[in-house]
């Protein structure tokens, strides 16, 4: 398959979650266009793919604009391919009812917001990324990491992402291109 994969990050652990799917699709003979949407070129159109995956971080509650802005305008196209949204949060590494109501709200949000239904949804954990953190983002994230029980050390970064969890859910929704010369 032709997938093009568009990703947006506020702190970057999107563009790393980016970078696994990009390898990942390549691994299984897919040709993958990997765009992040601070960068999108104006002539970017998703019809010309057979497939779309579509990455963004929530922050609160709220994904990138440039991502909602991209998706808004092309809803209609990628309403009729094989598309696959994963959504970037730290309420995905929570069990409880809120987190789960929750990051489902701003799922819900985003398909409402720009009339896209991806055929296929991902929930991944996202990150602590202390390092990137200005003063203020840095007291936030230390009282919610504080919330959900979960200990940082100052100054560094925590990944909570399930990379083998990631990894099925690309392989299920790109299986190995057979067509692909050995
Ligand atoms: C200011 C801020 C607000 C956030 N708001 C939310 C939120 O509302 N819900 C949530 O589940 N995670 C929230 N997060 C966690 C991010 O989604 C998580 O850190 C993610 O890994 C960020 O991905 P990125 O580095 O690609 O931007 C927030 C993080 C920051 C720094």
Redesign the pocket.
Known sequence: MNVLLL???????????AQFVFQRLEHADHAVKMVEAMMLPASLDPAAYDAVIIA???????Y?PRVVDFVRKHHVALNKMKSAFIS?????A?QDDD?VQ??AR?VEAFSRDTGWTPTQLHHA?????FT??DFF?TW??KY?AWHKNVRVVAGQDLE??DWPALGQFIDSFAPQNAMAKV
């Open positions: 990703f947006g990050t506020t702190e970057g652990h999107t563009r790393k979650i963004a971080s929530v922050h609160v509650g709220h990138q970037v949060s730290l309420a995905a929570g987190d929750g990051i701003c954990a996202g990150a602590f990324r990137q953190y983002k936030a994230m919610i909570l992402t």
